[in-house]
C-alpha cells in the first residue's frame, strides 16, 4: 500500500518553462528520499522515457504517453502503487490536462515570471477553477517560479510575486533555480545524485534547492494549506527577495 499515493499535475501551456526538468529533478529526491515515484509522461517529445532508457534509476517508473482520455484512469491507476505520481502535462485547454487536474492532489503551475509567462499560468489556473467547480472541490495548486537566478531578483520576477499577493495566489516559496546541474542530469540519462563536482558546476547549490523545492511539495501534500496564508508566503518572498539585494 502506498503511504501517501498523491497525484501531483504539473500544467502550463507555455513550453520551455521547466515542467519536465522540475519533474526529473523532484521525482530524482522523492526516490533517493526511499519514495516510489511514478511518472506519466505526456510531454509529446517524451523527455522521461528517454531520461530513464539508459539508465533506470531507482524507485522511479515512467509510464509513456497516453491519449487524453485515457488520462484519468491511467493516473489512478499509477496512484495504487505509487508514493507519488507525478504528470507531465503540456497545453492548457486540452481534455488530457483538465484529467490530470481533476485527477490530482496538487497541481503545480510553472511560470518564469515574465508577463508573457504570467498570462498563459492563468490560463491554466482558470482551467483549475473551472476543474474545482465542476468537482466541487477545492483543487490544491500552487505557482512555481521557475529558471530563475539564483544571485538576483529582476524586477519583473518582483513584480510577480506581488500581483500573485495581491491576488491571492498561493506560490511555492523555493524557486526551481536556473542551475547548470538541472541541465545536466537530465542530458546523461541519470539521476542528479550521480553527478560529481565535475560534470556539474554548483552542485551542492543544485542539490540544496532541490532538497528545499522536494520539501515543500511534501508539505504542501500533506497539509494543502501549507504556507498558502498570504503573509507568511509573502515574508518568506520578502526575505528572499531582500537577500538577494
Ligand atoms: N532549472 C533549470 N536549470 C537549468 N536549465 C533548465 C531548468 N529548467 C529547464 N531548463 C532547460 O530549459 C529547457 C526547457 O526545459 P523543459 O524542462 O524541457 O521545459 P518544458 O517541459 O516546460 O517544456 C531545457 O533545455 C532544460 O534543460
Ligand atoms: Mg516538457
Redesign the pocket.
Same mark, same amino acid.
Given at each position: 500500500m502506498a503511504e501517501l499515493g498523491k497525484i501531483v499535475a504539473v500544467a502550463?501551456s507555455?513550453?520551455?518553462?521547466?515542467?519536465?526538468?522540475?519533474i526529473m529533478?523532484i521525482a530524482s529526491a522523492l526516490a533517493k528520499s526511499g519514495l516510489n515515484v511514478g511518472i506519466l509522461d505526456n510531454?509529446p517529445n517524451q /523527455?522521461v522515457i528517454e531520461w530513464l532508457s539508459e539508465n533506470p534509476v531507482e524507485n522511479i517508473t515512467a509510464t509513456p504517453k497516453v491519449s487524453d482520455t485515457e488520462v484519468f484512469d491511467t493516473l489512478d491507476k499509477m496512484r495504487e502503487i505509487h508514493d507519488i505520481v507525478l504528470a507531465?502535462m503540456?497545453g492548457s485547454a486540452n481534455l488530457g490536462v483538465a484529467m490530470a487536474i481533476a485527477s490530482a492532489d496538487l497541481v503545480i503551475v /510553472?511560470s518564469q515570471g515574465s508577463s508573457l509567462d504570467h498570462k498563459e499560468a492563468a490560463k491554466t489556473l482558470g482551467l483549475i477553477r473551472s476543474q474545482s467547480k465542476l468537482q466541487r472541490r477545492e483543487i490544491p495548486f500552487r505557482i512555481l517560479f521557475?529558471?530563475t537566478s539564483q544571485a538576483i531578483t529582476p524586477r519583473s520576477l518582483r513584480k510577480a510575486y506581488e500581483q500573485l499577493r495581491e491576488r491571492k495566489l498561493p506560490f511555492m516559496k523555493a524557486e526551481?533555480?536556473?542551475?547548470?546541474a538541472?541541465?545536466v542530469f537530465?542530458g546523461e540519462g541519470r539521476s542528479i545524485y550521480s553527478l560529481t563536482d565535475e560534470e556539474a558546476p554548483n552542485l551542492k547549490g543544485a542539490l540544496k534547492v532541490l532538497h528545499a523545492l522536494a520539501a515543500e511539495l511534501i508539505a504542501v501534500l500533506k497539509d494543502p494549506s501549507y504556507g498558502s496564508e498570504t503573509d507568511e508566503a509573502t515574508d518568506a518572498a520578502k526575505a528572499t527577495a531582500d537577500a538577494k539585494e
Open positions: 502550463s507555455k513550453g520551455g518553462v521547466g515542467k519536465s526538468s522540475y529533478a510531454d /523527455p507531465d503540456e /510553472p521557475t529558471r526551481f533555480n536556473n542551475l547548470e538541472f541541465k537530465v
